[in-house]
């Protein structure tokens, strides 16, 4: 799936229109419909100022799930992971809040190079 429609599944599922999408962004409407449409590149900032207005990362609005409109769920059947899992847990609110950002952008930087990859090679 492209990014214009993850952008698309989460309008309409958060009952959004193309305007306020557009306003959202300072965009204008038409502008905002090629980005959705796969017809015109989406700004890093916009993607920023979309998932910090929906409570998301910017990976969760880049892989919005079509079908449930939400991300697919994980299970852990590694023991180690789990297990690191549950230390990580155990950190106060600040050591997991560092924890979890470094752990977004190693994630986030992977998933744009992949993306940048894919979209690269299509042309």
């Known amino acids: 799936m ?6 698309k599944k ?4 958060k009952g959004y229109t193309q305007q306020q999408m557009a306003d959202l962004i300072h965009t204008h409407r038409s502008g905002y419909s090629k980005m959705e449409n796969n017809q015109q590149e989406i700004p890093v900032d916009c993607l ?3 998932a910090k207005n929906f409570g998301m990362t910017v990976d ?3 892989f919005f799930d079509e079908k449930n409109g939400v991300l697919n769920e994980v299970s852990i059947t590694d023991k180690a992971a789990l297990e690191q899992l549950q230390l990580i847990n155990e950190l106060n ?10 752990i977004e952008t190693f994630v986030s930087k992977k998933r744009f190079k992949d993306y940048l ?3 690269i090679a299509a042309l």
């Open 2 to 7: 492209k990014i214009g429609d993850s952008l």
């Open 117 to 119: 990859q894919k979209n």
């Open 93 to 102: 609110e600040e050591g997991k809040g560092i924890l979890l950002k470094l």
């Open 10 to 13: 989460l309008r309409e599922n």
């Open 60 to 62: 969760d609005v880049i």
């Open 48 to 50: 920023i100022q979309i």
